[in-house]
């Protein structure tokens, strides 16, 4: 492999990550007036700070960033294959500007925080933010996860992990601007590789 370094047409190098898949979130809050608020985001990721937290964020001015403020609890829905569309949706249209409350949508409510949730995600935090670090252009929120909705398959331990897997089917979006699915192909366990000599 001979690897070279992105630039632009000025010279300067690239940022980004095109080819640093993450898998894409909808983000949940309530408006003043109560309604469901949605918004599509890639920056999710975990830390350890005791026990497991969620780190998201969110760059720019959103309403989803000023609800979070302003109750300081959110939910982060996982999108599957399925969801992408929905998932797009929500990125591509600005809460201040659209009612993200979509009647063919199945909205309910978080069993233990005040946040809405959607119904078709397979794996959904109930998210409290403990820490927040404002940064030049966004901001990254340090999360307590308070509760995680998961559909019932993916609890029964009489199916493996890898099947468990599959059923989820999750999304990823890459910098270039693309979604794409993932095959599921198990490569392996930790540990496999422990004793390797590479």
């Excluded at 993450?22 to 005791?50: E, R, V």
Aim: aromatic share 10%; with cysteine; hydrophobic share 35%.
């Amino acid at each position: 492999m001979t690897k070279v370094s992105l630039v632009n047409a000025d010279g300067s190098p690239k940022k980004g990550n095109d080819y640093c898949p993450q898998a894409p979130f909808i983000f949940g809050t309530y408006k003043d007036d109560g309604k469901p608020n949605f918004g599509m985001f890639n920056w999710l990721s975990y830390c350890w700070d005791g026990e497991c937290h969620v780190m998201c964020g969110i760059g720019g001015e959103k309403l989803t960033k000023d609800r979070i403020h302003a109750t300081g609890v959110f939910s982060a829905n996982l999108v599957t294959e399925k969801l992408v569309p929905l998932a797009d949706w929500f990125g591509n249209h600005s809460g201040n500007e659209t009612d993200k409350a979509l009647a063919n949508v199945k909205i309910e409510r978080g069993s233990l925080l005040n946040v809405p949730t959607l119904a078709d995600s397979p794996w959904t935090y109930e998210l409290e933010v403990k820490h927040s670090i404002p940064l030049d252009d966004g901001e990254i929120f340090v999360c307590r996860i308070a509760n995680i909705l998961a559909d019932e398959r993916l609890t029964d331990e009489n199916v493996s992990v890898d099947e468990r897997f599959k059923l989820v089917r999750s999304a990823l979006v890459a910098g270039v601007g693309r979604y794409y699915g993932v095959n599921s192909t198990p490569l392996g366990k930790w540990g496999d590789w422990r004793d390797a000599k590479l």
